[in-house]
C-alpha cells in the first residue's frame, strides 16, 4: 500500500497492489468530506472498472451511530458487467459486514 496526497480529507489517496486474483491493484481517494456526516470515496480498480463509495453517519442519540456504507458503479450496457453488477452484494457483502464489525469494535472501546 502507499499514501499520497494529503494525510486526510480531500485528496486522501490510498493505492494497492496484491494478487490478481483477488485483491488486484487500484486506489482509492477522498472526493468529498463532511465531518460527523459523511465520507465520500472514488475507486479505480486497475483494469476492472471504476466506482464511487462511501460513509454516511447519522447520529441516533444515546451515543449511538448508524453507519451506512455504499458502493455505486456504473456497469453501463455491457450485459457481463451488468450480470457480474447484479452479484456485486454478495461478492462486496462479507467484506462490508467484517469492516463494518471492526469498526463497531474500535468505537466501542
Known sequence: RTFSGP???VGAK??????PKTVGSGS?????SEPG????????FNGRGEADAGWTL???????V???WDFEADNGMNPIARIFGRMMDRFLGPDYE??????KSICER
Open 66 to 68: 448508524r453507519v451506512t
Open 14 to 19: 490510498q493505492a494497492w497492489e496484491g494478487n
Open 28 to 32: 482509492m481517494e477522498i472526493t468529498a
Open 98 to 103: 467484517q469492516g463494518l464489525a471492526k469498526l
Open 37 to 44: 456526516r459523511r465520507v465520500s470515496t472514488h475507486l479505480a
Open 7 to 9: 494525510a486526510e480529507g
Open 58 to 64: 447519522e447520529d441516533l442519540g444515546g451515543g449511538k
